[in-house]
Protein backbone atom coordinates (compact mmCIF):
# COMPACT_ATOMS: atom_id res chain seq x y z
CA UNK A 1 0.00 0.00 0.00
CA UNK A 2 1.27 3.46 -0.99
CA UNK A 3 2.35 5.45 2.49
CA UNK A 4 -0.37 8.26 3.24
CA UNK A 5 0.62 10.98 5.56
CA UNK A 6 -2.22 12.29 8.03
CA UNK A 7 -1.34 15.44 10.22
CA UNK A 8 -3.13 18.06 11.94
CA UNK A 9 -3.07 21.41 13.69
CA UNK A 10 -5.16 22.90 16.53
CA UNK A 11 -6.70 26.25 15.01
CA UNK A 12 -6.28 28.14 18.05
CA UNK A 13 -4.33 31.50 18.32
CA UNK A 14 -1.69 32.58 15.66
CA UNK A 15 0.82 30.39 14.16
CA UNK A 16 4.33 31.18 15.71
CA UNK A 17 8.05 30.14 14.52
CA UNK A 18 7.48 26.82 16.76
CA UNK A 19 5.07 25.78 14.55
CA UNK A 20 6.74 26.37 11.43
CA UNK A 21 9.47 24.78 12.06
CA UNK A 22 8.50 21.90 14.18
CA UNK A 23 5.63 21.24 12.08
CA UNK A 24 4.55 22.99 8.84
CA UNK A 25 7.67 23.03 7.28
CA UNK A 26 8.34 19.44 7.33
CA UNK A 27 4.61 19.02 5.96
CA UNK A 28 5.86 21.44 3.06
CA UNK A 29 8.95 18.99 1.59
CA UNK A 30 6.61 16.04 2.66
CA UNK A 31 4.05 17.06 0.13
CA UNK A 32 6.35 16.06 -2.71
CA UNK A 33 6.93 12.35 -1.96
CA UNK A 34 3.57 11.48 -0.39
CA UNK A 35 -0.11 11.45 -0.54
CA UNK A 36 -0.61 14.14 1.92
CA UNK A 37 -4.33 15.04 4.25
CA UNK A 38 -3.19 17.96 6.38
CA UNK A 39 -6.45 18.77 8.91
CA UNK A 40 -7.08 21.78 10.97
CA UNK A 41 -8.83 19.66 13.95
CA UNK A 42 -11.65 22.43 14.79
CA UNK A 43 -13.39 19.56 16.62
CA UNK A 44 -10.23 19.09 18.89
CA UNK A 45 -9.69 22.39 19.68
CA UNK A 46 -13.53 23.19 21.30
CA UNK A 47 -12.06 19.80 23.68
CA UNK A 48 -11.59 23.50 25.65
CA UNK A 49 -13.75 26.48 25.66
CA UNK A 50 -13.01 28.41 22.35
CA UNK A 51 -15.11 31.97 21.86
CA UNK A 52 -17.17 30.59 18.68
CA UNK A 53 -16.35 33.96 16.41
CA UNK A 54 -12.33 33.35 17.36
CA UNK A 55 -12.57 29.36 16.23
CA UNK A 56 -13.88 30.48 12.57
CA UNK A 57 -11.06 32.94 12.16
CA UNK A 58 -8.61 30.99 13.63
CA UNK A 59 -9.51 28.13 11.51
CA UNK A 60 -9.12 30.47 8.37
CA UNK A 61 -6.13 31.96 9.88
CA UNK A 62 -4.15 28.69 10.13
CA UNK A 63 -4.94 27.71 6.90
CA UNK A 64 -3.80 30.83 5.44
CA UNK A 65 -0.65 30.14 7.36
CA UNK A 66 0.22 26.76 5.82
CA UNK A 67 -1.11 27.94 2.15
CA UNK A 68 1.85 30.78 3.21
CA UNK A 69 4.39 28.75 3.40
CA UNK A 70 3.51 26.43 0.62
CA UNK A 71 1.36 24.02 1.22
CA UNK A 72 -0.12 23.63 -2.07
CA UNK A 73 -3.90 21.96 -2.43
CA UNK A 74 -3.53 20.66 -5.81
CA UNK A 75 -0.47 18.16 -3.84
CA UNK A 76 -2.41 17.50 -1.38
CA UNK A 77 -5.75 17.54 0.72
CA UNK A 78 -6.09 20.48 3.05
CA UNK A 79 -9.17 20.65 5.05
CA UNK A 80 -11.10 21.62 8.50
CA UNK A 81 -12.28 18.45 10.60
CA UNK A 82 -15.58 19.39 10.97
CA UNK A 83 -16.61 19.08 7.36
CA UNK A 84 -16.03 15.53 7.30
CA UNK A 85 -18.56 13.88 9.56
CA UNK A 86 -16.22 10.38 9.22
CA UNK A 87 -14.70 11.41 12.11
CA UNK A 88 -16.94 11.94 14.97
CA UNK A 89 -18.32 8.61 13.71
CA UNK A 90 -15.23 6.68 13.68
CA UNK A 91 -14.12 8.33 17.00
CA UNK A 92 -17.85 6.69 18.32
CA UNK A 93 -16.78 3.54 17.40
CA UNK A 94 -13.48 3.86 19.21
CA UNK A 95 -14.70 5.61 22.57
CA UNK A 96 -15.81 1.93 22.61
CA UNK A 97 -12.98 -0.12 21.60
CA UNK A 98 -10.24 2.03 23.83
CA UNK A 99 -10.20 1.23 27.13
CA UNK A 100 -10.35 3.63 30.42
CA UNK A 101 -6.99 2.19 31.33
CA UNK A 102 -5.19 3.64 28.38
CA UNK A 103 -6.66 7.10 28.38
CA UNK A 104 -6.34 7.38 31.85
CA UNK A 105 -2.08 7.21 30.92
CA UNK A 106 -2.57 10.23 28.75
CA UNK A 107 -0.33 12.35 30.65
CA UNK A 108 -1.61 15.49 27.90
CA UNK A 109 -4.48 15.46 29.63
CA UNK A 110 -3.35 15.41 32.94
CA UNK A 111 -1.64 18.12 31.86
CA UNK A 112 -4.25 20.05 30.37
CA UNK A 113 -6.93 19.18 32.64
CA UNK A 114 -4.60 19.82 36.06
CA UNK A 115 -6.35 20.75 39.18
CA UNK A 116 -9.29 21.19 37.51
CA UNK A 117 -10.03 17.77 36.61
CA UNK A 118 -13.55 17.35 37.36
CA UNK A 119 -14.25 20.09 35.71
CA UNK A 120 -12.78 19.50 32.16
CA UNK A 121 -14.80 18.58 29.41
CA UNK A 122 -15.52 14.76 28.76
CA UNK A 123 -14.25 15.61 25.18
CA UNK A 124 -10.86 16.55 26.44
CA UNK A 125 -10.52 13.12 27.84
CA UNK A 126 -11.72 11.18 25.05
CA UNK A 127 -9.46 13.68 22.41
CA UNK A 128 -6.76 10.79 22.01
CA UNK A 129 -10.31 8.71 20.59
CA UNK A 130 -11.22 11.25 17.91
CA UNK A 131 -6.87 11.75 17.10
CA UNK A 132 -6.95 8.16 16.16
CA UNK A 133 -10.37 8.51 13.98
CA UNK A 134 -8.86 11.22 12.29
CA UNK A 135 -5.52 8.81 11.18
CA UNK A 136 -7.48 6.12 11.07
CA UNK A 137 -10.31 7.22 9.09
CA UNK A 138 -7.73 7.54 6.24
CA UNK A 139 -6.34 4.55 6.97
CA UNK A 140 -3.02 6.83 6.89
CA UNK A 141 0.36 5.12 7.38
CA UNK A 142 2.74 8.10 8.29
CA UNK A 143 1.99 10.59 10.95
CA UNK A 144 4.39 13.53 11.24
CA UNK A 145 4.13 14.90 15.02
CA UNK A 146 6.33 16.75 17.51
CA UNK A 147 7.43 14.88 20.50
CA UNK A 148 4.49 15.76 22.50
CA UNK A 149 2.15 13.68 20.32
CA UNK A 150 4.08 10.43 20.14
CA UNK A 151 2.14 8.63 22.99
CA UNK A 152 -0.99 9.89 21.61
CA UNK A 153 0.26 7.72 18.29
CA UNK A 154 1.12 4.57 20.25
CA UNK A 155 -2.10 4.68 21.71
CA UNK A 156 -3.68 4.99 18.06
CA UNK A 157 -1.49 1.69 17.61
CA UNK A 158 -3.29 0.30 19.94
CA UNK A 159 -6.87 0.93 19.16
CA UNK A 160 -6.11 -0.32 15.60
CA UNK A 161 -4.50 -3.45 16.96
CA UNK A 162 -7.56 -4.09 19.10
CA UNK A 163 -10.31 -3.12 16.62
CA UNK A 164 -8.54 -5.97 13.99
CA UNK A 165 -8.46 -8.34 17.22
CA UNK A 166 -11.87 -8.06 18.32
CA UNK A 167 -13.14 -8.19 14.96
CA UNK A 168 -11.07 -10.63 13.54
CA UNK A 169 -10.27 -8.86 10.62
CA UNK A 170 -6.69 -6.98 9.05
CA UNK A 171 -8.31 -4.10 8.57
CA UNK A 172 -6.66 -0.82 10.41
CA UNK A 173 -2.85 0.00 9.45
CA UNK A 174 -0.92 0.49 12.30
CA UNK A 175 0.65 4.00 11.82
CA UNK A 176 3.91 4.86 12.27
CA UNK A 177 5.23 8.30 14.00
CA UNK A 178 7.90 10.40 12.27
CA UNK A 179 9.36 12.94 14.67
CA UNK A 180 11.14 14.93 12.02
CA UNK A 181 14.79 17.00 12.10
CA UNK A 182 16.76 18.20 14.37
CA UNK A 183 16.14 21.52 16.48
CA UNK A 184 12.73 21.29 15.89
CA UNK A 185 11.92 22.36 19.79
CA UNK A 186 12.18 26.00 19.21
CA UNK A 187 12.18 27.75 22.58
CA UNK A 188 10.59 31.04 24.32
CA UNK A 189 12.57 33.71 23.36
CA UNK A 190 12.39 35.16 27.11
CA UNK A 191 13.43 31.56 28.84
CA UNK A 192 15.51 29.26 27.15
CA UNK A 193 13.43 26.62 29.78
CA UNK A 194 9.93 26.91 28.67
CA UNK A 195 8.56 25.77 24.61
CA UNK A 196 7.97 29.14 22.25
CA UNK A 197 4.10 28.56 22.75
CA UNK A 198 0.77 30.73 22.04
CA UNK A 199 -0.19 29.91 25.18
CA UNK A 200 2.48 32.17 26.92
CA UNK A 201 1.21 35.72 27.80
CA UNK A 202 4.34 37.70 26.46
CA UNK A 203 3.88 38.24 22.97
CA UNK A 204 7.38 39.23 23.06
CA UNK A 205 8.87 34.88 24.06
CA UNK A 206 7.39 34.51 20.37
CA UNK A 207 8.00 35.61 16.60
CA UNK A 208 4.22 35.23 15.12
CA UNK A 209 4.16 34.20 11.42
CA UNK A 210 2.52 37.92 11.15
CA UNK A 211 4.85 39.76 12.45
CA UNK A 212 6.38 42.19 10.14
CA UNK A 213 9.87 42.95 9.97
CA UNK A 214 10.30 46.01 12.39
CA UNK A 215 8.77 43.72 15.27
CA UNK A 216 10.95 40.73 14.25
CA UNK A 217 14.11 42.75 14.60
CA UNK A 218 12.62 44.33 17.96
CA UNK A 219 12.13 40.82 19.53
CA UNK A 220 14.87 38.85 18.51
CA UNK A 221 17.38 42.18 19.88
CA UNK A 222 15.05 41.92 23.29
CA UNK A 223 15.85 38.16 23.50
CA UNK A 224 17.36 37.06 26.37
CA UNK A 225 21.06 36.11 26.61
CA UNK A 226 23.70 36.27 28.80
CA UNK A 227 26.96 38.30 28.78
CA UNK A 228 29.45 36.10 26.63
CA UNK A 229 30.34 35.60 23.11
CA UNK A 230 29.18 32.71 21.44
CA UNK A 231 31.36 29.19 22.48
CA UNK A 232 32.71 27.23 20.00
CA UNK A 233 31.45 23.48 20.78
CA UNK A 234 28.33 22.39 20.90
CA UNK A 235 28.85 20.83 24.62
CA UNK A 236 29.56 24.70 25.75
CA UNK A 237 26.76 25.72 23.87
CA UNK A 238 24.40 23.10 25.09
CA UNK A 239 25.12 24.86 28.90
CA UNK A 240 23.56 28.18 27.98
CA UNK A 241 19.95 27.71 27.11
CA UNK A 242 19.35 31.25 25.46
CA UNK A 243 22.02 31.01 23.37
CA UNK A 244 21.37 27.40 22.23
CA UNK A 245 18.07 28.23 21.07
CA UNK A 246 18.81 31.38 19.10
CA UNK A 247 21.90 29.79 17.31
CA UNK A 248 19.41 26.71 17.08
CA UNK A 249 17.09 28.90 15.07
CA UNK A 250 19.49 30.33 12.85
CA UNK A 251 20.55 26.44 12.01
CA UNK A 252 17.05 25.50 11.51
CA UNK A 253 16.32 28.57 9.28
CA UNK A 254 19.81 28.48 7.48
CA UNK A 255 18.85 24.82 6.82
CA UNK A 256 22.35 23.60 8.03
CA UNK A 257 22.99 22.09 11.23
CA UNK A 258 23.76 23.18 14.56
CA UNK A 259 27.64 22.52 14.26
CA UNK A 260 27.84 24.24 10.76
CA UNK A 261 25.74 27.25 12.57
CA UNK A 262 28.28 27.22 15.27
CA UNK A 263 31.46 27.33 13.04
CA UNK A 264 30.08 30.26 11.32
CA UNK A 265 29.21 32.71 14.79
CA UNK A 266 32.15 30.91 17.38
CA UNK A 267 33.55 34.01 19.25
CA UNK A 268 31.06 36.52 17.58
CA UNK A 269 29.10 39.01 19.82
CA UNK A 270 25.30 38.66 20.54
CA UNK A 271 25.07 41.68 18.68
CA UNK A 272 26.34 40.88 15.75
CA UNK A 273 24.70 37.48 15.86
CA UNK A 274 21.41 39.20 16.22
CA UNK A 275 22.04 41.40 13.51
CA UNK A 276 22.26 38.51 11.28
CA UNK A 277 19.59 36.09 12.61
CA UNK A 278 17.15 39.24 11.82
CA UNK A 279 18.07 39.65 8.65
CA UNK A 280 17.57 35.83 7.93
CA UNK A 281 14.35 35.70 9.87
CA UNK A 282 12.95 38.46 8.18
CA UNK A 283 13.80 37.18 4.55
CA UNK A 284 12.65 33.97 5.24
CA UNK A 285 9.64 34.95 7.08
CA UNK A 286 8.44 38.27 5.72
CA UNK A 287 7.08 37.00 2.37
CA UNK A 288 5.20 34.32 4.59
CA UNK A 289 4.16 36.96 6.64
CA UNK A 290 2.77 38.75 3.76
CA UNK A 291 0.98 35.80 1.77
CA UNK A 292 -0.82 35.07 4.82
CA UNK A 293 -2.06 38.36 5.88
CA UNK A 294 -3.42 38.60 2.23
CA UNK A 295 -4.65 35.35 1.96
CA UNK A 296 -6.59 36.48 5.64
CA UNK A 297 -8.45 38.71 4.13
CA UNK A 298 -8.81 36.48 0.89
CA UNK A 299 -11.90 34.52 3.08
CA UNK A 300 -13.69 33.22 0.49
CA UNK A 301 -10.86 31.65 -1.19
CA UNK A 302 -9.66 30.25 2.02
CA UNK A 303 -13.15 28.57 2.52
CA UNK A 304 -13.38 27.73 -0.84
CA UNK A 305 -10.12 25.34 -0.24
CA UNK A 306 -11.08 24.34 2.82
CA UNK A 307 -14.36 22.63 1.20
CA UNK A 308 -13.38 21.37 -1.65
CA UNK A 309 -10.47 19.54 0.13
CA UNK A 310 -13.46 18.21 2.88
CA UNK A 311 -14.82 17.23 -0.39
CA UNK A 312 -12.07 15.02 -1.04
CA UNK A 313 -11.22 13.84 2.30
CA UNK A 314 -14.87 12.46 2.31
CA UNK A 315 -14.45 10.96 -0.53
CA UNK A 316 -11.63 9.09 1.14
CA UNK A 317 -13.08 8.43 4.48
CA UNK A 318 -16.16 7.56 3.82
CA UNK A 319 -16.32 4.27 2.54
CA UNK A 320 -13.34 3.56 5.07
CA UNK A 321 -15.99 4.59 7.90
CA UNK A 322 -19.10 2.37 6.14
CA UNK A 323 -16.64 -0.92 5.82
CA UNK A 324 -15.46 -0.42 9.56
CA UNK A 325 -19.09 0.18 10.37
CA UNK A 326 -20.28 -2.96 8.91
CA UNK A 327 -17.50 -4.75 10.66
CA UNK A 328 -19.13 -3.89 13.89
CA UNK A 329 -22.01 -4.98 12.59
CA UNK A 330 -23.79 -2.36 12.11
CA UNK A 331 -26.99 -2.62 9.27
CA UNK A 332 -26.22 -1.11 6.21
CA UNK A 333 -27.68 1.84 5.09
P1 LIG B 1 0.27 23.43 18.97
O1 LIG B 1 0.54 24.87 18.71
O2 LIG B 1 0.77 23.00 20.32
O3 LIG B 1 -1.14 23.00 18.67
O4 LIG B 1 1.18 22.61 17.96
C1 LIG B 1 0.98 22.55 16.57
C2 LIG B 1 2.20 21.89 15.96
O5 LIG B 1 3.37 22.70 16.10
C3 LIG B 1 2.55 20.53 16.60
O6 LIG B 1 3.01 19.64 15.60
C4 LIG B 1 3.67 20.87 17.56
O7 LIG B 1 4.53 19.79 17.79
C5 LIG B 1 4.39 22.02 16.82
N1 LIG B 1 4.98 22.95 17.80
C6 LIG B 1 4.31 23.77 18.66
N2 LIG B 1 5.16 24.51 19.41
C7 LIG B 1 6.42 24.16 19.02
C8 LIG B 1 7.73 24.57 19.42
N3 LIG B 1 7.95 25.52 20.33
N4 LIG B 1 8.80 23.98 18.81
C9 LIG B 1 8.60 23.05 17.86
N5 LIG B 1 7.39 22.62 17.43
C10 LIG B 1 6.31 23.15 18.01
N1 LIG C 1 -3.31 16.37 18.80
C1 LIG C 1 -2.53 17.10 17.84
C2 LIG C 1 -1.91 18.35 18.49
O1 LIG C 1 -2.41 18.85 19.47
C3 LIG C 1 -3.38 17.53 16.67
C4 LIG C 1 -3.98 16.37 15.95
C5 LIG C 1 -5.30 16.00 15.97
C6 LIG C 1 -3.30 15.44 15.12
N2 LIG C 1 -5.49 14.90 15.16
C7 LIG C 1 -4.30 14.53 14.65
C8 LIG C 1 -1.97 15.29 14.74
C9 LIG C 1 -3.96 13.47 13.83
C10 LIG C 1 -1.65 14.22 13.92
C11 LIG C 1 -2.64 13.32 13.46
O2 LIG C 1 -0.89 18.85 18.00
Redesign the pocket.
Known sequence: MKNRI?????PTGNLHLGNYLG?IRNWVRLQKDFDCIF?M?DM?AITVWQDPKELTSNTRMVTAGLLAAGIDPRNCIVFN?SQVFAHAQLAWIFNCVARLGWLNRMT?FKEKAGKQRENASVGLYA?PN??AA??LAYK?TH????E??KQ??ELTRDIAQKFNNDFGVEFFPLPEPQILGEATRVMSLRDGSKKMSKSEPSDYSRINLTDGPDLIADKIRKARTDPHPLPDSIAELEKRPEADNLLGIYAALADMGREQALARFAGAQFSDFKAQLTDLAVASLGPIGEEMQRLVRDTSHVDKVLREGAERANALAEPIVRQAMEIVGFLKA
Request: with cysteine; proline share 4%.
Open positions: FSGVQACVHQQYLMDIAVPVGDQHL
